[in-house]
């Protein structure tokens, strides 16, 4: 049996925000989040968060996050008197045998199976800590080992705490551990706070570990990011772009032309298929698919779309389809400087071009708005030419009406299409018309006040100022 405990107490003050730290976001997801998905993956019998900074905001997060039905434990630590205490808060929720893992809600890119194989190294009967070397271990706990067996974990040794001779090693304890669960317990009743910082460390317990004859065992994860922590700003920009070009590498490898990876950001999921091209600047959010040959142009936000073979995204458009989603289908062309949102349906062909907005419509085969219109609640048929500066008026001030144009509709510039309203298959709309009332198939309808121009008109003219 398996239970995991995420510490996700502290203010986090370098981060110089009234956020929780946990709270911040990396890849468009807060940080907690991504290790209680980790953790998720794992099996575990329960997930049990350590709260204390902000605990309201963390708890309510997480619960929306994942759902009322996922198994998710909160205790608070408060006051918070150091890691070790943090851990003994959560003993009620734990089991009485079995393994604890315990992550960290700062640290959001461990891999499951680096978690796994940690699980595997504690076996119910070790203490197994997961470690690395780096260059840089500033802040870190010290690893130190048995000079006559370097396989040996004698202890840990906090950096505050640590001799000069201590904080040269390299090799760092990364602030994850499994234990067995029952030794855990016995363990966290005999820690004191004689040290510098007055806290109980739960590096400690190493250090009981030996003493009690428990094996101390190390695992390393694949790579460093996987155990960076975040306590700044900059730190977590440093996370974040190590992270950004991780997923473009990946989709670099499965065959995405990105003109930059430096210049890419995923905060989601996005398939591909073939010869797909991203230029520079581009940011995926929530769930994306783009398909065969399907070209995006630079510094488009695209989140909740399912774009089509062959469809060309321009520059600077931004599609979000939220939660009815957006779809652009095959050979279309959108952008530059166009915006589609949620409920936008485009057909095969279909051209929107730059300051065209679209919410809640479907365009028919080979349909065009090439300029400056809004199409809202509007059903568009095959081949319609919307003219620039038209609109479909779909409120009246307390509900939404929809349009309804038929295939081979032609409709002139700045027209007002005033919902509900239903165009006819062929019809067409001169140009500059109000349209209120249905409109005939295959005939033109004009709706414009008669041009009369006033014989003897002058302007008025400015009175000059008094000096």
Request: net charge negative.
């Amino acid at each position: 049996m398996l239970d995991i405990v995420i510490m996700a107490a502290g203010k986090g003050t370098r981060m110089k925000s009234s956020r929780p730290k946990v709270l911040h976001t990396l890849a468009g997801r807060p940080l907690l989040q991504h290790v209680l998905a980790t953790a998720a993956s794992l099996g575990a019998r329960k997930l049990i968060t350590i709260t204390g900074h902000g605990a309201d905001a963390v708890e309510q997060s997480m619960r929306a996050a994942f759902g009322a039905d996922a198994a998710l434990a909160f205790v608070r630590q408060e006051p918070q008197l150091g890691t070790g205490h943090a851990v003994q808060q959560a003993l009620p929720e734990l089991g009485e045998t079995g393994t604890t893992l315990i992550l960290n809600g700062d640290v959001p890119l461990i891999e499951a199976a680096t978690a796994r194989a940690l699980v595997e190294a504690c076996g119910g009967t070790r203490l197994a800590l997961l470690t690395i070397e780096l260059l840089d271990a500033g802040g870190y706990g010290r690893i130190v080992r048995d000079p006559m067996d370097a396989t040996r974990v004698l202890r840990i040794v906090e950096h505050k705490d640590a001799s000069e001779e201590q904080r040269a090693i390299d090799e760092v304890y990364t602030g994850v551990m499994a234990a067995p669960t029952a030794w855990l317990r016995q363990a966290l009743a005999r820690l004191k706070n004689d040290n510098a910082q007055r806290e109980y460390y739960l590096t400690d317990v190493v250090g009981f570990a030996v003493a009690d004859g428990m094996p101390v065992v190390a695992a390393q994860p694949a790579t460093e990011t996987e155990v960076l922590g975040v306590n700044s700003p900059l730190q977590l920009a440093e996370l974040e772009r190590r992270f950004q070009r991780t997923q473009a590498e990946t989709l670099m490898e499965a065959g995405v032309r990105l003109a930059d990876p430096a210049r890419f950001d995923l905060r989601g999921t996005l398939q591909t298929g073939s010869d797909v091209e991203i230029d520079i600047g581009c940011l995926f959010e929530g769930d994306v698919s783009l398909g065969d040959n399907v070209r995006i142009g630079a510094h488009c936000c695209i989140r909740n779309a399912k774009i089509e073979a062959d469809a060309v995204i321009h520059p600077f458009t931004h599609i979000d389809g939220e939660q009815l989603g957006v779809v652009v289908g095959a050979g279309a062309l959108v952008g530059p400087y166009a915006r589609l949102r949620p409920g936008a349906q485009l057909g095969a062909g279909v051209h929107i071009g730059n300051f065209v907005e679209v919410k809640n419509s479907t365009l028919g085969v080979d349909a065009k708005a090439n300029h400056l219109a809004y199409l809202g609640d509007a059903s568009v048929g095959a081949r319609v030419n919307i003219g620039a500066g038209s609109i479909t008026a779909n409120y009246d001030g307390a509900n939404k009406h929809r349009t309804v144009i038929g295939d081979d509709v032609h409709v002139g510039s700045n027209c007002v299409l005033v919902a509900p309203v239903t165009l006819g298959d062929g019809a067409t709309i001169g140009g500059g018309s109000t349209i209120g009332k249905d409109a005939p198939a295959g005939q033109l309808t004009v709706a414009r006040a008669k041009q009369v121009t006033l014989p003897g008109w002058q302007r008025p003219v400015k009175q000059p100022k008094a000096r």
